[in-house]
Each structure stands twice: as C-alpha cells, then as structure tokens.
C-alpha cells in the first residue's frame, strides 16, 4: 500500500497570505495525485489532478506541483472560503488517501 | 452536468449487510469508472472501490472479502454491498465518479449518506 502523509497537519494563515501544502508518498506515484478540498459536512471537491491540472472552474489561486515521491498545493493568496480540509489521493495500485491539512484562519 | 446520488438504509444492524445505490443523472453510467469512498466520523477519506460500466470492479484489499460493487447500466446505477458490519463501519458513504483509469482524480461526488451500525 502507498502511504501518503501530508504535512502540516494543521497551517493557520490570514486571508491574502500564500499557503504551502506537501503529501509525500511512500513510493513514486509518477504524477498520479490529486488534491482535494473538504469544508464540513460538504462532499470532497476536486482542485488539482495529475499533479498540476486544474479542474473545471477551481480558480488560478489554486496550483499543484511535484512528481515521484514528493509533490505540493499552493493557494496563491488565501481567500475567506479557502480554510477547510485538504487531501491528497493517489492512484497506483489502489487510491489512497492522506491524513489531510487543516487550513484554518488566523 | 452529471449529479450523483446515494440512497440506502441509515441504520444497519451489526453482522448484517450495508447495501446501499448510488443513482447517475445528467449523464451517461458508460465510459467512466466509479467508486465508493467513505469517511468514518472525524476521520479522513477511504477508497472502497470502483466498478467500470461494463462490470469490472477493483476493491480496496483491506474490504475485499467483504465489499461487492455492481453496475445496472439500464437503471444508470452502481451499488455498494458491505456485508459482516460491525460499529467501525459507521461512516458517510460517498459515490464519485473517477475521471479515468489513468488520471489521478475523481470530478464528481454525491452529497454523502450517513450510515450507523448500531444494534
């Protein structure tokens, strides 16, 4: 199973602010991770698959990067509806999930 | 735009079978892959499995002995049973569609459904 850990668990920024999130997988994915945006009692929402595609109407804030074993979400400059959960997934083998980062204000 | 959702019993006895449907409007079932996921309370996400339309599913090998996903592409529908449940079982249940076999992501979720197992 490919373990993906994302860290950190908790980030606490101010709206405007850049934010940085890492998943690092146990084993190479290639560029197969997505990331994901949870706020609660809401379904995920798909930002970012393959690594650094955008989906279907996520804004230009939301970029992702990485390959192999490593890979990062930055949120450009926080917006009051962007603190919530975010998850990365893999799909190697099987679909695995991180732990998640709590985005939360400042 | 394609909508998914999830129908089933919220309370299920524990050593019985969770059953539960996802129904896909707005779209065909064919050409995708579908999946289960499910999210125990204040927990993170687990992948169940998925099912392509033409009845070729893959399971997360932790649930494999006890997971069954199935496909009725004239009901536009997939199906999750999860049978010998016990209280760790108790989650949101979320269907979702993947974007393709080989892309990492999935576009479009269900809402969710609530399932307790409880006696």
């Known amino acids: 199973e490919i373990v993906l850990t994302q860290s950190p668990a908790t980030l606490s920024l101010s709206p405007g602010e850049r934010a940085t999130l890492s998943c690092r997988a146990s084993q190479s994915v290639s560029s197969y991770l997505a990331w994901y945006q949870q706020k609660a009692g809401q379904a995920p929402r798909l930002l970012i698959y393959d690594a650094s595609n955008r989906a279907t109407g996520i804004p230009a804030r939301f970029s992702g990067s990485g390959s192999g074993t490593d890979f990062t979400l930055t949120i450009s400059s926080l917006e009051p509806e962007d603190f919530a959960v975010y998850y990365c997934?893999?799909?190697?083998?099987?679909?695995?999930f991180g732990q998640g980062t709590k985005l939360k204000i400042k | 735009q394609v909508q998914l959702q999830e129908s089933g019993p919220g309370l299920v006895k524990p050593s019985e079978t969770l059953s539960l449907t996802c129904t896909v409007s707005g779209g065909s079932i064919s050409s995708y892959y579908w999946s289960w996921i499910r999210q125990p309370p204040g927990e993170g996400l687990e992948w169940i499995g998925y099912?392509?339309?033409?009845?070729?599913?893959n399971y997360n090998p932790s649930l494999k002995s006890r997971v069954t996903i199935s496909v009725d592409t004239s009901k536009n529908q997939f199906s999750l049973k999860l049978s010998s449940v016990t209280a760790a079982d108790t989650a949101v249940y979320y269907c979702?569609?993947?974007?393709?076999?080989?892309?990492?992501?999935?576009?479009?979720w269900g809402q969710g459904t609530t399932v307790t197992v409880s006696s």
């Open positions: 997934q893999q799909r190697s083998n099987w679909p695995t």
């Open positions: 979702a569609r993947n974007m393709g076999i080989a892309v990492a992501g999935m576009d479009v």
């Open positions: 099912i392509y339309y033409s009845g070729s599913a």
